[in-house]
């Protein structure tokens, strides 16, 4: 019974050893799973695009038994350059985003500074210097700002502050009571949501 548990504890050593130099295919690994180092090696009898000399990452203790690492050079530096580029374009977007969000901020405290008679490329210009002053560069996404700030989906977060810095206008009465004015068809509109009244006209 003893004997049959270290069988299949070799065993089980074995393949997890297998997998291993198989994943290592996708990468230049440091280590092979033998433990020893991987280093640089030259064939002088291989060629590669008709030149003699064909470069290996290659475990130090190579053996031609299939449990230690071999890789050409071109094939892992390919791949390494490859998932490289991922990683600069995932960083890209991610800074992207981080840069939206902190102009939003500069965008609030420029609102929050806004001055009687200045209008919105006022409080534009204050919240690109103030953006400019803290990030020591310049916000490169002020078109689609521009763009999707007055959009249906995103006026909702700027909905009550512009309307609370909105001088209200004498309605004139009726019975004897103020009358309230009905909101703007638009207004309506993004208070009910866009798919229930797809669904309100669609029922009608």
Known sequence: MEEERQDMKAHKAYCDMLDFVANAQQK???????GSITKEFVDE???YDY??????????????????????????????VERLKER????????????ALKFVGCYEMALREQRSGQNDNDVMKAALDIFHSDQNMKFNLEHAWRELRHDVKWCSTYLEKDNAKEKRKPVDSVDGQRAVPEPEEGLRLLARGRKLEKKKNWQS
């Open 28 to 34: 230049i690994p440091k280590r092979c799973p033998c």
């Open 45 to 47: 009898e291989d060629t």
């Open 51 to 80: 030149l003699p000399g064909k470069i290996y990452f290659i475990c130090k203790d190579y053996q031609n038994d299939g449990l230690h690492f071999r890789q050409p050079w071109v094939m892992g530096v390919q791949q390494e």
């Open 88 to 99: 600069v374009h995932e960083h890209e977007n991610l800074l992207r985003e981080c840069q």
